[in-house]
């Protein structure tokens, strides 16, 4: 079966420490999400992008967040500086637009910023 | 905007009892998209179902079933025979578009006790 591939599985850094999450779609998938976890939160919406274009990126924190796709076989988020209320599981996500697919998850990043 | 509450937090049964999960959801357009997703405790996202707003056939599949009534704006997720297996963090969510970002609901912990 295809899956969505995120890395690192896991992360532990510090404070201030500049944090990549990498996300390799589902061949064929035009769309990819980015998602984060938290308890307080749930789960919420950061970032999608639609044929590597972002469509919206509404749902992330601009001074220190980016998310782009330098191909597409690639998404990446970054976030710098880092900071504790980052800690989050972030999860990425692919599909397809116009077909009855759903988006398809990856198994998450867990972060946590010390 | 739109919005998508799971009013029960946790909920406990004894193995081999039915168990309903309720989700009400809000939401402007007419067209959209209702899913379920399952969390184990391994923490990965699983795909149950998906439904779009103009299907109010309720569907079946083992032991699980889904109700949807646009007349409440519910999208009820019942388990029929719990099983130990089927504990987990169940999430409802809204799509406005096919393959857009999913809104969630913040999620209904579900304990099967043997």
């Known amino acids: 079966d295809a899956r969505v591939t995120q890395t690192p599985r896991h992360k532990v850094t510090e404070m201030g420490q500049e944090v990549t999450m990498r996300c390799q779609p589902i061949?064929?998938?035009?769309?990819v999400f980015w998602y984060r976890q938290t308890m307080m939160q749930g789960l919420e919406l950061l970032a999608y992008f639609r044929n590597r274009a972002p469509l919206d990126d509404s749902g992330m924190p601009k001074d220190r967040f980016s998310a782009e796709m330098p191909d597409a076989t690639l998404a990446t988020l970054k976030i710098q500086p880092s900071e504790p209320r980052d800690s989050a599981v972030y999860f990425c996500?692919?599909?397809?637009?116009?077909?009855?697919?759903?988006?398809?998850f990856g198994d998450g990043t867990r972060l946590s910023i010390l | 905007a739109q919005k998508v509450t799971q009013a029960q937090t946790e909920i406990s049964v004894v193995e081999k009892e039915d168990v309903t999960l309720d989700c009400v959801y809000e939401?402007?357009?007419?067209?959209?998209?209702l899913f379920w997703y399952k969390q184990p405790p391994s923490g990965e996202l699983v795909f149950l179902i998906r439904?779009?707003?103009?299907?109010?056939q309720n569907e079946i599949s083992g032991r699980y079933s889904w109700n949807f009534q646009k007349s409440t704006s519910s999208f009820n997720f019942t388990i029929t025979a719990s099983q130990v297996v089927d504990s987990a963090v169940y999430f409802c969510a809204l799509s406005e578009g096919g393959a857009d970002g999913l809104t969630f609901g913040k999620g209904t912990h579900l304990i099967i006790q043997p």
């Open positions: 939401t402007r357009d007419t067209t959209y998209y």
């Open positions: 061949l064929g998938h035009n769309t």
């Open positions: 439904r779009n707003s103009f299907d109010e």
């Open positions: 996500a692919s599909g397809l637009s116009y077909s009855n697919q759903p988006q398809h």
